[in-house]
């Protein structure tokens, strides 16, 4: 127990933080940053399997993201009949010939020996796959597209239940890793992390030009959620009563029936919001505790043993007769499905998908702060990472303006100083977030909870 005691207590803060955010905030406000500080704890899980546990380098992470939101769509959204009578079927057949390409190519390099004859065959076979595709696709997209373009001009999904889309997310955030490992893990550290950069943004300029596959910049709004709406709960009788028997001493005060009528539908309407979050909150918990444990075992698992002493000296690894080729593209696959898991979360969340805001800085960088903070190595510590910068990032305005109202608390309401700082709290928060990473980085240089090596 005392080995934790570092853990509870930098947990307990966090929890703490959250708290005073409800107190003097909103509980609103503090379920919603409890919720994204879930999500991007799945996603700090999931850098930290491949960094910390291989040594990996991946700076492709907003590319899984993009892919799991993607799944949520393709997955939850009803199917568009009238699209799928201008061009469905001919978009599947392009699947099913670029399917072909892929198998050709593989069996051709298998059973050919390498010489021109074989590269000239390839390339004969990639490059009349892509003519007979573009062939085919160009006007069953321009057909897809055109049905109703501002309310669908896309394929749509399967209208299956959206919890099932966070498992096809990884499903698709693994398929990618697979294909990138295949042709990026055996480049050297510094051009793996500019390759996978690179892939990840030929994905998000795929999904974001291609309005057939969902919907583009045009974004995909009203996807469906696990959880009730805030619309339907406060029609719901048994969901105004419990709000009635929680505030009845507050609403017993009120004399005037119109005023306690009115009084209540303001508290239904707020507690619904609290609710939906907090329903939500327990789908991400869940999440988040069984990938903990799961991580965890592995972690100490000889598994994890021999993870860590191939990140830590490659050569002996391999002397003693490991395959550090598969150990690592295993490893990126699993840590890229797990992410490709938190870019379905999120989407699920917001119940939309805007692929306009898949950027490097919040999908990627940020990611590897979290994990850096928190600690390389260390599943507890990059849990602990997401919950802290992303706190910082959403608080760091607030904590800004409360700052300038202090210092500037003997100036009048109309000095211009005062104005203009007040004005700039928002952009405070770089300045601020800089400075907490500095003092977490200046006196914890190896994250807020460290790898410890447990001896078993």
Known sequence: MKKYLNVIAAYSIMLLLIILVGIFQSWTIALTIFNYCMISAVMTMGANIQWGYAGLINFGIMGYTALGGLAVVLVSVAPVPEAWEAGGLNMMFCILVIVGIVFSTRYVLKKIKKSKQRNYLVAAIIIGGLILIRIISGPAIESIEAVEPAKTGFLGGLGMP??????????????????????????????????????????????????????????????????????????????????????????????????????????VIDASSVYVKLCMAGLFLSVVIALLIITQ????????????????????????????????????????????????????????????????????????????????????????????????????????????????????????????LIESAPYFRFLMIGIGLLIVMRYRPQGILPEKIIKQ
């Open 297 to 420: 075992k592995a972690l100490y698992s000889p598994w994890g043993r021999k993870m860590r002493a191939i990140r830590d000296n490659e050569e002996a690894a391999s002397a003693m007769g490991k395959n550090i080729v598969k150990e690592h593209l295993l490893i990126f696959i699993l840590g890229s499905a797990v992410v490709g898991i938190a870019g379905a979360m999120m989407v699920t969340n917001d119940g939309l998908f805007t692929p306009g805001s898949y950027r490097p800085m919040r999908y990627t960088f940020v990611i590897w702060v979290m994990v850096i903070v928190g600690g390389t190595g260390n599943n507890f510590g990059a849990i602990l990472g997401g919950f802290f910068v992303w706190f910082l990032w959403v608080q760091a305005a607030p904590i800004a303006l409360f700052l300038i109202n202090l210092f500037t608390a003997h100036l009048p309401e109309t000095n211009a100083l005062k104005i203009h």
């Open 162 to 267: 959206v919890l099932f889309s966070w498992i096809v997310g990884g499903i698709f955030a693994g398929g990618l890793a697979y294909v990138v490992g295949k042709i990026a893990l055996g480049l050297r550290a510094d051009y793996l992390a500019i390759a996978t950069l690179l892939i990840a943004e030929i994905v998000v300029s795929v999904i974001k030009h291609e309005d057939w596959l969902a919907r583009g910049v045009k974004n995909v709004i009203g996807l469906k959620r696990p959880v009730p709406y805030e619309v339907d709960l406060q029609g719901t009788p048994w969901f105004i009563n419990l709000v009635e028997k929680l505030h009845a001493g507050k609403l017993n005060l009120i004399n005037s029936v119109t005023e306690k009528q009115d009084v209540l539908k303001q508290l």
